[in-house]
């Protein structure tokens, strides 16, 4: 393995050694603040202990940072490393000046507009920060070298972790609404969402390890890459390997942008 490879660990390694077991606490302390309010609306004593409803909160926007970090982390390297990205640009002469500032620029104002959304709470900013954050991702993800894997949306790392980062983002948005409805309308919709979530990370889980089955090394990529991925044959005239995916992914790398 390159360099360059060491560093394709790097996204999956915080995700298992981060964002999982912070999402195991999170789901945690969501379940005891639920008993709990059910309990005391019962009239009970509980013998869930009050401190749960903040450490859930507290946990929760970890969780939301930990989510959209990792998800930075990916984009940043597929953007320079990944197919037809800035690497190999740079190889054919392609790369451009303005495209790396302009991106590098994107990545700058999304943790900046995150940040500013851990810092808002009139409901005007929250919402600005939170569409400023979920397009600073949208945009980045659309540039060349990232694995999309479109043609199979429904089962794509990317699509489901981009939806799943957008709930984390729309959770903290709604934070503030949370305690001031008194209907308990938007405390629903957190739990109904968040409960979506974690139903996307087992997802991610389960294709994030798939793509790192697919997506070659780097010095395989020069002789995956001339196979004829339509037929699943290599130049040699043996048939290459049994992954249906890797056509789709050099269908859908072979397009400018997805959207």
Not at 1 to 29: Q, R, S
Not at 240 to 251: P, V
């Amino acid at each position: 393995m390159k360099f360059e490879d060491f560093i394709t660990l790097i996204h999956p390694v915080l995700a298992v050694a981060f964002v999982f077991p912070i999402i195991g606490i999170t789901v945690n302390f969501a379940w005891q603040t639920r008993q709990r309010r059910l309990q005391s609306a019962e009239g009970g004593k509980s013998k869930i202990p009050p401190v749960v409803g903040p450490e859930h909160l507290k946990i929760g926007r970890w969780l939301a940072a930990s989510v959209v970090g990792v998800n930075l982390v990916a984009l940043a390297y597929s953007v320079v490393y990944g197919y037809q990205g800035f690497i190999d640009q740079q190889k054919d002469g392609k790369l451009q000046s303005f495209q790396v500032i302009f991106i590098l620029l994107m990545f700058i104002l999304t943790v900046v507009s995150l940040f500013l959304l851990y810092r808002a709470r009139e409901k005007k900013w929250r919402a600005i920060f939170a569409t400023l954050t979920g397009m600073g991702l949208v945009i980045l993800g659309c540039q060349n070298g990232v694995y999309r894997l479109s043609n199979q949306w429904y089962w794509s790392h990317y699509y489901i972790g981009m939806v799943a980062s957008m709930l984390m983002i729309f959770s903290l948005a709604i934070v503030e609404d949370i305690y001031k409805d008194r209907s308990n309308r938007w405390r629903m919709i957190h739990t109904i969402l968040n409960s979506l979530a974690l139903l996307l990370f087992i997802g991610q889980g389960m294709t994030g390890t798939r793509d790192l089955l697919e997506i070659p090394l780097s010095w395989q990529k020069p002789h995956i890459y001339k196979c004829d991925f339509n037929n699943k044959t290599c130049p040699d005239g043996q048939t290459s390997l049994n992954s249906s995916t890797f056509a789709q992914m050099k269908l859908d790398y072979d397009k400018t942008l997805d959207f």
